[in-house]
């Protein structure tokens, strides 16, 4: 066990670059150079190929510099590199791949020695041990997946997809990428809108009849990457769609409204067109949501809290019309959006960040700054690309906080039933069934989510996605640890020596982190202590002080929290044309998970700290009593009108007149 001052030597370091000399230990001198590249934040010159492109060429993108607004797909956010962050384009990773075979098969086996079964590992490592959070509220369980699904998705469900192959057209834009001559494939297509970059992304087999030759394409012998389906940034895109083709489908071209159902009295997202297909249907009739990321009908959790944002589009839409009634649709629609995304990014990085990682390392790592003004801390040589680490163990460690029955809560707090997770998946009818929206919402703000640990709730290990007719269904940490190995992560031990802490050379090492029982599963489990997952390892770590993960998870989340915010031109907290005058700004910081609820849905009371549980220093009050924007500094002031802002009003009304 380490003593306290190793301890505070060790989180004084957390902040500094990796450990130069352990990285050293670990690479060739050539992997060096491109984990080197991770770090330096190169930006790519006419000899070096952009990695986004897949070697293809010129990135397919020209921009308006002068855009005040997000693309819907993130192209054009950073102007050196237009394409950064945009959909289907590779995770990048903070250590080489780490495949069975060096290129792309998973990891099964480490130097000759078989990896256990990733069921086995879960079964011995993560059962089911009903520990409820001391503090936190199944909100911050179910705002966390808000964040994943904003932010990254494996293109292939039940199945990674490596490019092997990429082909590119004779103007040096990538057509496809392939894994293997009899693979399925995921296929990229940019489309003619030289603008844009709306993809397709669609699998189909190889067509052997035409060449590699003709196509233009190339053999990669560089280790695989996968794809991520949907744009790296922090935006809201599962609200707005990762698209402008999506993204039209969602609106309704009407005092800058989202599309939405009306049904006893209340908002509903649009309909699927593919229901049967995407939800478990009892009837036809039943509820299956179409929203801007086609998870949405996960949970009904998930499709509560998608829904709310849907509904807070509207509200901040009505409102900004009824202020400046000569606005056109189109303003209108994207000052919602706008506001909507920089009130999400707020409660994202100053309410629900800390819980995860800590307060004191969110001001550390400048995540969160103690100040009243702008920020401007947008670095344009920064990446926002999501890592694979993070999206493929780390933040995947927070599965643990799922709970497998949902509580049905009445205004005074108490309990009026409860949903077993597994009855209710890909099932999001019970929404609009009896107050059922509101109930749910209260339980998410009443019912403990499970502590952030090793044991998870049966309802994901034993009976995720089960059939109707059917006892069990798949393990999610299973599908995890497997995850990653098809990702070829690199192990726990690799990510203990970059982040400063001793390789482990016997499984006792890991007992700095680790507790005794797990370390003796571990050497029961794995042949060495060189081939433990990072995704298990990293999940057994004690929590770092006020975190919810251990360190390893920690360096992951920060780097990437800090990507996000600091690669993202768009950053709410940032001045200049983009950003929001002091006054707005104000408002902007009065954003709370709390008053989010409240204002979208018929709940009358709520604590302030929404992610926390109720207790005297947390009360119930009522809804009004809770911050809340005002709009009024959005209000047009005859100055405004007749300025430059008169000039983008005439210029908006001219494009949606064409
Ligand atoms: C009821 C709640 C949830 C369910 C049923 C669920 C289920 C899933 C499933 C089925 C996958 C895809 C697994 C795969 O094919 O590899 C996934 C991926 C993931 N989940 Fe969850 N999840 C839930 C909540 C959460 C929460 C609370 C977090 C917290 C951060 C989270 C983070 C992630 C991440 C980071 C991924 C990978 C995203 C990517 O593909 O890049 N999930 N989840």
Same mark, same amino acid.
């Given at each position: 066990q380490r003593d306290s001052s190793t301890l505070d030597s060790f989180f004084d370091d957390i +902040?500094?670059?990796?450990h130069q000399n352990s990285r050293k230990s670990i690479f060739s001198e050539n992997s060096l150079s491109n984990y080197n590249d991770v770090f330096t934040f190169q930006p790519p010159t006419s000899t070096t190929p952009d990695p986004r492109t897949l070697g293809c060429g010129t990135p397919p993108h020209s921009c308006g510099p002068n855009a005040i607004y997000r693309s819907y797909d993130g192209a054009c956010n950073n102007l050196r590199n237009p394409i950064w962050g945009i959909p289907n384009t590779p995770y990048r990773r903070l250590l080489p791949a780490n495949y069975g075979d060096g290129i792309s098969l998973p990891t099964t086996a480490k130097g000759g020695r078989a990896l256990p079964l990733a069921r086995s590992v879960s079964l011995a490592l993560y059962p089911d041990v009903p520990i409820f959070d001391? $503090? =936190?509220?199944l909100n911050l369980m179910q705002y966390s997946q808000i964040v994943t699904h904003d932010m990254s998705r494996t293109i292939g469900s039940s199945q990674t997809r490596h490019y092997k192959t990429r082909c590119c057209s004779p103007e040096g834009q990538l057509l496809e990428l392939a894994e293997s001559p009899d693979h399925c494939f995921p296929i990229v297509l940019p489309d003619n809108d030289p603008a844009h970059s709306k993809t397709k992304t669609k699998c189909m087999s190889f067509d052997r009849s035409i060449t590699n030759k003709d196509r233009n394409c190339v053999e990669d012998s560089t280790p695989a990457d996968q794809l991520t389906s949907v744009n790296h940034y922090l935006d809201l895109s599962l609200v707005y769609g990762n698209d402008a083709k999506t993204s039209r489908l969602l609106r309704q071209f009407q005092n800058g409204r989202l599309r939405t159902e009306h049904r006893s009295g209340q908002q509903w997202l649009p309909r699927a067109t593919n229901a049967s297909q995407t939800c478990r249907l009892l009837d036809e009739k039943d509820a299956c949501y179409m929203a801007g990321d086609s998870r949405v009908n996960q949970s009904p959790h998930l499709a509560l809290l998608q829904t709310i944002y849907v509904r807070e589009h509207n509200r901040l839409a009505a409102s900004l019309s009824a202020l400046n009634p000569h606005w056109p649709d189109e303003r209108v629609f994207q000052e919602a959006r706008k506001i909507n995304m920089a009130a999400y990014q707020h409660v994202t990085y100053y309410e629900w960040l800390p819980h995860l990682v800590g307060r004191r390392y969110a001001l550390g790592a400048k995540l $969160? =700054?103690?100040? *009243?003004?702008?920020?401007? *801390? =947008?670095?344009?040589?920064? *990446?926002p690309t999501v890592l694979n680490e993070h999206a493929t163990a780390a933040f995947r460690h927070f599965h643990s906080m799922i709970v497998g029955h949902l509580h049905l809560v009445s205004e005074h707090r108490t309990s009026q039933g409860r949903i077993r997770l597994s009855d209710v998946l890909r099932r999001p009818q019970i929404l609009e069934e009896k107050h059922g929206f509101e109930a749910l919402t209260r339980g998410l703000s009443a019912q403990l989510q499970s502590a952030s640990d090793q044991y998870h709730d049966s309802e994901i290990t034993q009976y995720l996605f089960r059939g109707d007719n059917e006892t069990f269904g798949i393990d999610l940490k299973a599908f995890d640890i497997q995850r990653a190995r098809d990702h070829g992560l690199a192990t726990y031990n690799d990510f203990r020596v970059l982040w400063g802490l001793p390789r482990a050379r016997? +499984?006792? *090492? +890991?007992l700095d982190w680790i507790s005794e029982e797990n370390v003796r599963k571990l050497a029961t489990l794995y042949a060495d202590p060189e081939d433990v997952d990072l995704s298990v390892g990293g999940s057994l770590e004690r929590p770092a002080p006020g975190a919810l993960v251990g360190p390893t998870f920690l360096r992951i989340l920060i780097e990437q929290f800090s990507r996000t915010r600091r690669g993202d031109r768009y950053w709410y907290e940032n001045a200049g044309k983009t950003g929001f005058s002091d006054r707005q700004l104000i408002e902007i910081r009065k954003a709370s998970v709390s008053r989010l609820l409240c204002d979208n849905t018929g709940v009358e009371y709520m604590q302030p700290r929404g992610f926390e549980k109720l207790f005297e220093g947390n009360p119930l009050v009522k809804c009004e009593q809770l911050p809340s924007m005002d709009l009024s500094k959005w209000k047009e002031t005859k100055s405004d009108q007749y300025g430059s802002e008169n000039f983008m009003n005439r210029a908006f009304n001219f494009i949606t007149s064409l």
């Open positions: +902040f500094s670059e990796p001391p $503090i =936190y509220t $969160i =700054y103690d100040v *009243d003004d702008h920020v401007d *801390d =947008y670095d344009e040589k920064v *990446d016997r +499984f006792e *090492d +890991f």
